[in-house]
């Protein structure tokens, strides 16, 4: 069982930056693939970014490429993403998932069905 607290999310203007967090607990995720979802209010669970668990492989939907940046610390138990000139059409509920069946150290997933385990999700919304 592993459990995923997200943290970071809020209020920003439209151009502003936030961070989110992850954090596991239950047990180590250094080798585990991670994702970041979204859910905004009407509309699928979309996928955001995901990071092999080596760390080596990222992925981004073409969305967000450019602007947001998934990472992990091991040491930390933690992965985050970084995002950056946020736009209106960013808001939405953001999820990080861990994926605990066997996965290749370099490959990432970008599929919500890839996944284990989830986290409650924390807001994100970005006025204009």
């Known amino acids: 069982q592993v459990q995923l607290v997200e943290s970071g999310g809020g209020l920003v203007q439209a151009g502003g930056s936030l961070r989110l967090s992850c954090a596991a607990s239950?047990?180590?995720?250094?080798?585990?693939?991670m994702g970041w979802f979204r859910q905004a209010p009407g509309k699928e669970r979309e996928s955001v970014a995901s990071?092999?668990?080596?760390?080596?492989?990222?992925a981004y939907v073409d969305s967000v490429k450019g602007r947001f940046t998934i990472s992990r610390d091991s040491a930390k138990n933690t992965v985050y993403l970084q995002m950056n000139s946020l736009k209106p059409e960013d808001t939405a509920v953001y999820y990080c998932?861990?994926?605990?069946?066997?996965?290749?150290?370099?490959?990432?997933?970008?599929?919500?069905?890839?996944?284990?385990?989830w986290g409650q999700g924390t807001q994100v919304t970005v006025s204009s």
């Open positions: 239950g047990r180590t995720i250094s080798r585990y693939a």
């Open positions: 998932a861990v994926r605990i069946r066997w996965s290749h150290s370099g490959n990432y997933y970008l599929s919500k069905d890839e996944y284990d385990y």
């Open positions: 990071i092999s668990w080596s760390g080596g492989t990222t």
